[in-house]
């Protein structure tokens, strides 16, 4: 015969409650954990498709700008460069000239040397010689190849190769005058011209260069006729 007390019941009661408790606040730890893993996935889902939609209908690109310019400053300071030799040619002319005589003829023969520097002037610039196009080139005109230096013949050098009879200054300013001019039809010719333009084109780019410019383009000014003899 199981006789039962009023305390026993109440702790089997007691035990019940704690067993229903725990069971109660496990259902909940599980309800809880399972809401926050379905919002996170929720969540990421959310920035996953954000991140998608922006990346498929938004174009990202990056771009330099390529907008160049060149001050007044700038263009006074390569103006201050002034002449700029391009071309140096050594030369020599052998000149003669006979007098004819009523006992003998008298005879002069002078070596001459010289050199012919050509290159340009940059106090010759036209206005805006030096202009931005499409704003990402430079474009510099340069004025024509001419020679720097009229007194080119080197009078300490020249000397006499042969001499006989009498001469006056007068015939030996004409030696020199022809001298002169032959010297500039050797070598003034349309191909040292061009020679000159070409390195000067070549060293104009380079020296743009190391002030920081890319796109260059040299031109130059049309030649003008100009009588060099003395």
């Not at 702790?11 to 229903?20: D, F, Y």
């Not at 006074?76 to 004819?100: H, K, M, P, Y």
């Not at 020679?147 to 015939?171: C, M, Q, V």
């Not at 020679?195 to 104009?204: D, H, L, S, T």
């Amino acid at each position: 015969m199981k006789i039962t007390s009023t305390d026993n019941i109440n702790l089997g009661q007691k035990e019940n409650e704690i067993k229903m408790d725990k069971k109660s606040f496990f259902k909940r730890f599980l309800s809880f954990n399972k809401g926050c893993l379905i919002f996170f996935i929720v969540i990421l889902c959310l920035f996953s498709g954000l991140f998608y939609w922006f990346n498929s209908s938004n174009e990202v690109s990056v771009s330099t700008n390529q907008r160049i310019d060149i001050t007044h400053t700038q263009i006074q300071q390569i103006q201050d460069i002034g002449q700029w030799e391009f071309l140096a040619i050594n030369d020599e002319e052998l000149i003669d000239t006979v007098s004819r005589g009523f006992f003998s003829d008298s005879e002069l023969v002078r070596i001459y040397y010289g050199t012919l520097r050509l290159g340009i002037d940059l106090h010759q610039t036209e206005p805006h010689w030096i202009r931005v196009e499409n704003d990402s080139v430079i474009v510099a005109k340069l004025p024509p190849i001419i020679l720097l230096d009229t007194n080119f013949i080197d009078e300490a050098k020249s000397r006499s190769f042969f001499e006989k009879g009498d001469w006056t200054s007068a015939d030996r300013e004409q030696l020199y005058n022809r001298a002169y001019k032959k010297m500039i039809a050797r070598c003034m010719t349309k191909e040292n011209i061009m020679i000159a333009e070409r390195n000067a084109k070549q060293q104009f780019v380079q020296f743009l260069h190391s002030m920081g410019y890319k796109n260059i383009k040299v031109e130059f000014m049309p030649r003008k006729n100009k009588k060099l003899s003395p």
